[in-house]
Each structure stands twice: as structure tokens, then as C-alpha cells.
């Protein structure tokens, strides 16, 4: 499957597991999966036969609360049962509606609290560094998660230990839970400030997979010791994908029912990639 | 009792290469033999704790044996969240290591005097909590928590510190150790505060109260059997804890005695009276001012068996009272049941 047609599944699960459950985040679980997608199909080295294999490729998804994307991705690339994502939410299910790595093959680990995913991202790079093992982390990171102290512990600590096998990703949809990023607490000039903490930043659009393909490469066959970690502020669209979604702060909780869920629906169905037979 | 951690673990890195240490820039002088000895297990995260416990989770999931240290409140509960959602939850292989529990800092300030942090390491599920008595006590249980799977909390006090166990001792996570038999009072004790129990214990048999004494070095898990036998044996259990009377030590004791039927002991916790102190002073100063003292021990077990008698004496007790007791508090007690 490629990127193109992960994507779309991932949306289309992020749609229907959020209409069934009557859950929240559905404009992150949008904004996301394009950068979940090429991770998955593109750059990650994983077998979903064996999910523990130490040679993986780590991902944190510290953006906890768009988690279905992650099992969405997990499920159609094999790692469980895509029946299962419809127990999202549900009583007694392991799919909780913060990413959780119990009993899930695939979830490294569980976050939903913000501000966690980049120390312990930091951990298991420091631990593979220590030991010489060739496998990179990845930690996927929300923009308004960028207010939590504790992200920007982490990228000090990532820069003085040289973490250069520890990639961050932002999904930089420029809002937050409440409103805009900007109107919250301002975090501009963002990318400066993560060029101060003295990290490799790339800038990319986080909907082009071509772009986050190509910058994840280029990152990927990073493996000088002394480098810097690198940091990919992924450009994208809260809702991305559904017109009355995009860039509308209404859709950081609200679920989709009714007629919005057919409309969503049908607005996927109109982008659907050629190559998915329905 | 630092000490004594820090030669333990310099021992295990030798032996163990994934073994680390990680100090939130805390242990001046302590810490750096292990450090020039062992520069690849040994990390300085820098004042920043909670990224320290994350990365320590981090480090743990993939294998590592990982201690963090700091002081007092610093590796407990200004990253609490990291111990509970990266450590606890995930299971891994994370010793929390403070130094200067209770009042050991009391010189510093209430930032510094970690007073609270028992009850909440032993609220979160899957962690092991430790307060070793004394530096015997505590060079057991640095090596028993790094062959304990999972999330460990260990709870040391002062830099050097001396045995207050005479001879061996036979040490288990989650068993009391005996150090004196007593048919009347048990004393449990947990952490550094032993040294004032086990004054207090003595100061008491040589009233002619019989006084047993306890150290549990483990809180949690707690050693049930050794506080149901108490509750059985004895008239008296006193908890004594440098430590918050609200959900600490003696709370843990008083939740097991909650679930036994039946008449058994009494329980009295020695604790701080749910206050922070804005005073400061030296450990035995602050343990006097807050009333956890061996002499304040001893008064609260006199007053204790002097008001159980008052109210349920008969000539029997009092008879029985005055045998045990020689002690001038208790001897113009006049029983209620004799007017």
C-alpha cells in the first residue's frame, strides 16, 4: 500500500471511529495522518509479524489524543485486526482514545498526557546510541504540546547527547484546543526556537508526501555521531482533507454524526485514491 | 545512607553494563567516583526532572537498569506524572532515588523537606516503595531493588549515617525486620526515623514496658503477616514515620489492621500533624518540634496505655497496668472502674 492509500484509510478509520465512539480529536487524527501514512509506508523499518523485533524503528506518538490515526495505520499495515478499530472508545476495549501500548502489537508507547513523548523518545535513542544499535525514534509532537516545559527539556538534553538518531515530527496545524497556537501562548518564531536549542530543523508542507518522504530520507541515513537532532516542522491543516473541518476549532472535539458525518463521507469519497478498489 | 547507595551501586555498574545512573545535577563529591569510574553509565540530565524520568523510562523500556537521583521532592513529585505514566504504567526498570527523606534537610526550607512523598509514591500502582532504617538496611535494599522488576521508589535519608541493626539482618522486600521482642508495644518503624523508634523502644522496656520494635524498610509492598501477628500478640502498635501522618506509613499499617475481624491491638501513628514546616532546623530539632521524637514516642505510648486504662480499667487491668508500668506518669492513676 502506498502512502496515498494509507492516508485515506487512516482518515476514513479516523471518520468512522470517531462517529461510532461519539469521540473527540478528529481534527488531529486528520492533520496527522499524512505524516502517520509516510512514516508507515515510506521510512520505517517494522515487521508486523514480530513487533518486538529490536531492530525497529521506534515512533512515539506524544500527541496522544490523535492515537486512532496510529491504530488506523497499525491495523491496515498488518499489526492487528482492522475489525478492531470499531471498539475505539468502547467499554472494555484496549483501543483507549489516548494511544495506549497495552495489549496493542505495534504502540511503543502510551502518552495522552502532553509533553511526555520527547524525553522517553530521548531515552530509547540515548539507550540504541549506547549500545550501538542502528535503529532511529521517532516523536511525533503537536504544536500546542509545545507549550509543556518538559518538550523543551528534552530538546536540550537531545542536542548537548547528540541524539542524532532521534527525529521529532511536528504536526504544526497552528491550533490547539482551545484556538489558535498564536492566540494562546505564542511560540514564534517556533522553528528559530528550535534551531536555538540546536536541532537540525526542516520545514516541510506535512500534506505533501512527497516533501515528508523526502525529508525523513535525507534524515534517515543521518548517522554521524556528533549530529544534532533533527526536527521536521510538518506545515499542516487541523481537519485536513474535509472542508468544514480544515482550520475550524469547533472540530478539536466534536464528533461527527449526522448529516456532518455523511458530508465528511462524502468529501473523502471525492479524494479517494485511485488505486483503492471500494 | 547516600554513602552507602552510592558504594552499592558502583559495585552493580561494575558488574552490570546496563546499569545507570542518572542525577538530576545533584550529588556534588557523592557522586563523582562512580562518575570517573563509570562515565558511560552515568548521565547528568541537568535541572530538569521531569525530562529525566522520562528519559529514564525511555532508557528502561529498552533495556536499561536505570536509577535517578536527586533530592528529596525533586525525583518524586516534581515529575510525578513521568513516574506514573512513563515508569509506573509501562512497567519499567526505574529506581527513584531521593535523598533526604523527612527532615534530613532541615535546614533548607519546606522545598526540602520531603514529607509527603511515601504516601504518594505508594498510591501509584506498580511501584515498590522503600525506606531503608539504616545504612545496613539500606545497602540491602539498593541491591534488592535492582533485581526487582519494575518501578521502584527508594527513600534515603542523611549523607552518611550509621547501623542502628545490631549484627545481620535478614532483608526481603516487602518483610519487616524484628530488632527487639515485646509483649505489651510494637513499634514499626519506617525509614531514618528508626534511630529515634528504637531510643524510644528501649527508654520503654527500661520503664518495664515489654516493647517490640520493627523496621519496615518496605512500604509497599506491606508485611502484612508481621502487623497481623502484632495485632494479635500486642495492646499497642505505634507507626512511627518522618513523614505526614495523612496516608504515609501508619496509613498503610491502619489499612491493613481495617481488614482484620476480630479484637486486636490498638493503633497509634506518630507522624506530622498534616502540616509543612516554616521553621527550620536541624533534623533532631524539627523531629522534636513535630513531635516524632523517641521522648514524644514514649509519652504518646504512656498516655496511650494510661487512657486505655483510665477508661476500661478494672482492678485487674490496673493491677496489670502497675506491674508492666514503672513509670511515675502512671503511678497516681486511678482507675475509673475502682471509684
Same mark, same amino acid.
Given at each position: 500500500?502506498?502512502?496515498?492509500?494509507? &492516508?485515506?484509510?487512516?482518515?476514513?478509520?479516523?471518520?468512522?471511529?470517531?462517529?461510532?465512539?461519539?469521540? =473527540?480529536?478528529?481534527?488531529?487524527?486528520?492533520?496527522?495522518?499524512?505524516?502517520?501514512?509516510?512514516?508507515?509506508?515510506? +521510512?520505517?523499518?517494522?515487521?508486523?509479524?514480530?513487533?518486538?523485533?529490536?531492530?525497529?524503528?521506534?515512533?512515539?506518538?506524544?500527541?496522544?489524543? /490523535?492515537?486512532?490515526?496510529?491504530?488506523?495505520?497499525? #491495523?491496515?499495515?498488518?499489526?492487528?485486526?482492522?475489525?478492531?478499530?470499531?471498539?475505539?472508545?468502547?467499554?472494555?476495549?484496549?483501543?483507549?482514545? !489516548?494511544?495506549?501500548?497495552?495489549?496493542?502489537?505495534?504502540?511503543?508507547?502510551?502518552?495522552?498526557?502532553?509533553?511526555?513523548?520527547? =524525553?522517553?523518545?530521548?531515552?530509547? /535513542?540515548?539507550?540504541?546510541?549506547?549500545?550501538?544499535? &542502528?535503529?532511529?525514534?521517532?516523536?511525533?509532537?503537536?504544536?500546542?504540546? *509545545?507549550?509543556?516545559?518538559?518538550?523543551?527539556?528534552?530538546?536540550?538534553? #537531545?542536542?548537548?547527547?547528540?541524539?542524532?538518531?532521534?527525529?521529532?515530527?511536528?504536526?504544526?496545524?497552528?491550533?490547539?484546543?482551545?484556538?489558535?497556537?498564536?492566540?494562546?501562548? =505564542?511560540?514564534?518564531?517556533?522553528?528559530?526556537?528550535?534551531?536555538?536549542?540546536?536541532?537540525?530543523? +526542516?520545514?516541510?508542507? %506535512?500534506?505533501?508526501?512527497?516533501?515528508?518522504?523526502?525529508?525523513?530520507?535525507?534524515?534517515?541515513?543521518?548517522?554521524?555521531?556528533?549530529?544534532?537532532?533533527?526536527?521536521?516542522?510538518?506545515?499542516?491543516?487541523?481537519?485536513?482533507?474535509?472542508?468544514?473541518?480544515?482550520?475550524?476549532?469547533?472540530?478539536?472535539?466534536?464528533?461527527?454524526?449526522?448529516?456532518?458525518?455523511?458530508?465528511?463521507?462524502?468529501?473523502?469519497?471525492?479524494?479517494?485514491? *485511485?488505486?483503492?478498489?471500494? | 545512607?547516600?554513602?552507602?547507595?552510592?558504594?552499592?551501586?558502583?559495585?552493580?555498574?561494575?558488574?552490570?553494563?546496563?546499569?545507570?545512573?542518572?542525577?538530576?545535577?545533584?550529588?556534588?563529591?557523592?557522586?563523582?567516583?562512580?562518575?570517573?569510574?563509570?562515565?558511560?553509565?552515568?548521565?547528568?540530565?541537568?535541572?530538569?526532572?521531569?525530562?529525566?524520568?522520562?528519559?529514564?523510562?525511555?532508557?528502561?523500556?529498552?533495556?536499561?537498569?536505570?536509577?535517578?537521583?536527586?533530592?528529596?521532592?525533586?525525583?518524586?513529585?516534581?515529575?510525578?506524572?513521568?513516574?506514573?505514566?512513563? /515508569?509506573?504504567?509501562?512497567? /519499567?526498570?526505574?529506581?527513584?532515588?531521593?535523598?533526604?527523606?523527612?527532615?534530613?534537610? %532541615?535546614?533548607?526550607?519546606?522545598?526540602?523537606?520531603?514529607?509527603?512523598?511515601?504516601?504518594?509514591?505508594? &498510591?501509584?500502582?506498580?511501584?515498590?516503595?522503600?525506606?531503608?532504617?539504616?545504612?545496613?538496611?539500606?545497602?540491602?535494599?539498593?541491591?534488592?531493588?535492582?533485581?526487582?522488576?519494575? $518501578?521502584?521508589?527508594?527513600?534515603?535519608?542523611?549523607?552518611?549515617?550509621?547501623?542502628?541493626?545490631?549484627?545481620?539482618?535478614?532483608?526481603?522486600?516487602?518483610?519487616?525486620?524484628?530488632?527487639?521482642?515485646?509483649? $505489651?508495644? #510494637?513499634?514499626?518503624?519506617?525509614?531514618?526515623?528508626?534511630?529515634?523508634?528504637?531510643?524510644?523502644?528501649?527508654?520503654?522496656?527500661?520503664?518495664?514496658?515489654?516493647?517490640?520494635?520493627?523496621?519496615?524498610?518496605?512500604?509497599?509492598?506491606?508485611?502484612?503477616?508481621?502487623?497481623?501477628?502484632?495485632?494479635?500478640?500486642?495492646?499497642?502498635?505505634?507507626?512511627?514515620?518522618? !513523614?505526614?501522618?495523612?496516608?504515609?506509613?501508619?496509613?498503610?499499617? &491502619?489499612?491493613?489492621?481495617?481488614?482484620?475481624?476480630?479484637?486486636?491491638?490498638?493503633?497509634?501513628?506518630?507522624?506530622?500533624?498534616?502540616?509543612?514546616?516554616?521553621?527550620?532546623?536541624?533534623?533532631?530539632?524539627?523531629?522534636?518540634?513535630?513531635?516524632?521524637?523517641?521522648?514524644?514516642?514514649?509519652?504518646?505510648?504512656?498516655?496511650?496505655?494510661?487512657?486505655?486504662?483510665?477508661?476500661?480499667?478494672?482492678?485487674?487491668?490496673?493491677?496489670?497496668?502497675?506491674?508492666?508500668?514503672? !513509670?511515675?506518669?502512671?503511678?497516681?492513676?486511678?482507675?475509673?472502674?475502682?471509684?
Amino acid at each position: 500500500m502506498n502512502s496515498e492509500e494509507l &492516508a485515506w484509510k487512516i482518515k476514513r478509520h479516523g471518520v468512522d471511529m470517531t462517529h461510532i465512539s461519539k469521540g =473527540s480529536h478528529i481534527g488531529a487524527i486528520l492533520s496527522v495522518a499524512d505524516i502517520i501514512a509516510v512514516l508507515y509506508s515510506d +521510512i520505517l523499518n517494522y515487521d508486523p509479524k514480530n513487533p518486538n523485533d529490536d531492530k525497529r524503528d521506534r515512533v512515539i506518538l506524544s500527541k496522544g489524543h /490523535a492515537g486512532a490515526a496510529l491504530y488506523a495505520a497499525l #491495523a491496515e499495515c498488518g499489526f492487528f485486526d482492522v475489525a478492531e478499530l470499531k471498539t475505539h472508545y468502547a467499554n472494555g476495549s484496549r483501543l483507549s482514545g !489516548h494511544i495506549s501500548h497495552k495489549g496493542v502489537p505495534g504502540v511503543e508507547f502510551s502518552t495522552g498526557s502532553l509533553g511526555h513523548g520527547l =524525553s522517553v523518545g530521548a531515552g530509547m /535513542a540515548l539507550a540504541a546510541k549506547k549500545d550501538n544499535k &542502528a535503529h532511529r525514534v521517532y516523536v511525533i509532537l503537536g504544536d500546542g504540546e *509545545c507549550d509543556e516545559g518538559s518538550i523543551w527539556e528534552a530538546a536540550l538534553f #537531545a542536542n548537548h547527547f547528540k541524539l542524532f538518531n532521534l527525529t521529532v515530527i511536528i504536526d504544526h496545524n497552528k491550533m490547539q484546543s482551545l484556538t489558535f497556537c498564536e492566540d494562546t501562548i =505564542s511560540k514564534s518564531p517556533f522553528a528559530d526556537k528550535w534551531r536555538a536549542f540546536g536541532w537540525n530543523v +526542516i520545514e516541510v508542507d %506535512g500534506h505533501n508526501h512527497s516533501s515528508l518522504k523526502e525529508s525523513l530520507q535525507i534524515n534517515s541515513q543521518n548517522k554521524k555521531e556528533q549530529e544534532a537532532p533533527t526536527c521536521i516542522i510538518a506545515h499542516t491543516i487541523k481537519g485536513k482533507g474535509i472542508s468544514f473541518m480544515e482550520n475550524n476549532i469547533l472540530w478539536h472535539y466534536r464528533t461527527p454524526q449526522g448529516e456532518e458525518y455523511e458530508a465528511a463521507l462524502r468529501e473523502l469519497e471525492a479524494i479517494k485514491p *485511485c488505486e483503492i478498489l471500494s | 545512607m547516600r554513602d552507602t547507595f552510592i558504594r552499592i551501586l558502583e559495585d552493580i555498574a561494575k558488574e552490570d553494563q546496563n546499569l545507570i545512573l542518572i542525577t538530576g545535577d545533584l550529588g556534588f563529591g557523592v557522586l563523582k567516583n562512580y562518575w570517573d569510574t563509570y562515565p558511560e553509565q552515568f548521565i547528568n540530565a541537568g535541572i530538569a526532572e521531569q525530562n529525566m524520568t522520562g528519559l529514564a523510562a525511555g532508557m528502561a523500556i529498552e533495556g536499561k537498569t536505570v536509577f535517578t537521583y536527586s533530592i528529596g521532592n525533586f525525583p518524586t513529585i516534581r515529575c510525578l506524572e513521568q513516574i506514573r505514566n512513563d /515508569a509506573a504504567y509501562h512497567n /519499567a526498570n526505574v529506581k527513584v532515588v531521593a535523598v533526604g527523606g523527612g527532615f534530613a534537610y %532541615g535546614s533548607l526550607g519546606m522545598s526540602h523537606h520531603a514529607t509527603e512523598d511515601i504516601a504518594i509514591m505508594r &498510591a501509584l500502582p506498580n511501584v515498590t516503595v522503600l525506606a531503608p532504617g539504616d545504612i545496613k538496611e539500606t545497602e540491602e535494599a539498593v541491591k534488592a531493588i535492582y533485581k526487582w522488576p519494575g $518501578t521502584c521508589y527508594l527513600r534515603l535519608g542523611r549523607g552518611g549515617g550509621k547501623p542502628i541493626h545490631e549484627g545481620a539482618i535478614d532483608f526481603k522486600i516487602g518483610k519487616a525486620i524484628k530488632l527487639l521482642e515485646g509483649e $505489651t508495644v #510494637a513499634i514499626f518503624s519506617t525509614g531514618e526515623i528508626l534511630e529515634e523508634a528504637k531510643k524510644g523502644a528501649t527508654l520503654l522496656n527500661n520503664m518495664g514496658v515489654s516493647t517490640g520494635l520493627f523496621s519496615f524498610p518496605t512500604v509497599k509492598p506491606i508485611d502484612y503477616e508481621t502487623i497481623i501477628q502484632s495485632a494479635n500478640n500486642v495492646d499497642l502498635i505505634i507507626t512511627v514515620e518522618e !513523614h505526614n501522618i495523612i496516608g504515609g506509613f501508619g496509613s498503610a499499617v &491502619a489499612e491493613v489492621l481495617a481488614g482484620v475481624q476480630g479484637n486486636h491491638a490498638q493503633l497509634i501513628r506518630i507522624g506530622l500533624d498534616d502540616k509543612y514546616s516554616s521553621i527550620v532546623g536541624s533534623q533532631e530539632y524539627l523531629r522534636d518540634c513535630y513531635g516524632i521524637s523517641a521522648q514524644q514516642i514514649v509519652d504518646k505510648v504512656i498516655n496511650t496505655l494510661k487512657s486505655r486504662y483510665s477508661i476500661n480499667g478494672t482492678k485487674e487491668d490496673m493491677h496489670y497496668y502497675n506491674g508492666i508500668f514503672n !513509670h511515675e506518669s502512671i503511678c497516681d492513676l486511678e482507675p475509673r472502674g475502682t471509684k
